[in-house]
């Protein structure tokens, strides 16, 4: 069976079509395209974006995300444990929030200053 998607790897967007049988990734214009494809169609994996509560700061929340990807069924779990959590000011960009988030290897930082 032949499935089609769009790759978010890189800017150009390419429309792939993968073999889901052999594998076999067939559209791309980059070597990024056949690796997002084949993990897209056996372990999908997202970079988590969003923000926590701060104490103390500028703002009321704190822009963070994921350092690395994490596996895609995670990711409301991931949410709900960032939907908790409180940092206190100061907070300094590339700071760790959360270290090994899930057991997935991955951190949660803060992605700005505040």
């Known amino acids: 069976m032949i ?5 978010i790897v890189c800017p150009m967007g390419c429309h792939l079509k993968i073999d889901t049988e ?4 067939t559209g791309n214009t980059c070597p990024r395209g056949p690796v997002y494809a084949k993990e897209e169609l056996t372990a999908p994996k997202r970079v988590i974006t969003s923000t926590v509560r701060i104490v ?3 703002h009321n929340r704190l822009p963070v995300k994921t350092d ?4 895609k069924e995670l990711n409301f779990e991931c949410m ?11 907070i ?4 760790i929030i959360i270290e090994n988030i899930l057991g997935t290897g991955a951190n949660i930082v803060a ?3 505040m």
């Open 3 to 7: 499935k089609e998607m769009v790759c």
């Open 22 to 25: 052999s594998l076999n990734v």
């Open 56 to 58: 103390g700061g500028v």
């Open 68 to 71: 690395m990807s994490i596996p």
């Open 80 to 90: 709900k444990l960032l939907n908790n959590i409180e940092v206190k000011s100061p």
């Open 92 to 95: 300094k960009h590339g700071e």
């Open 111 to 113: 992605c700005r200053d």
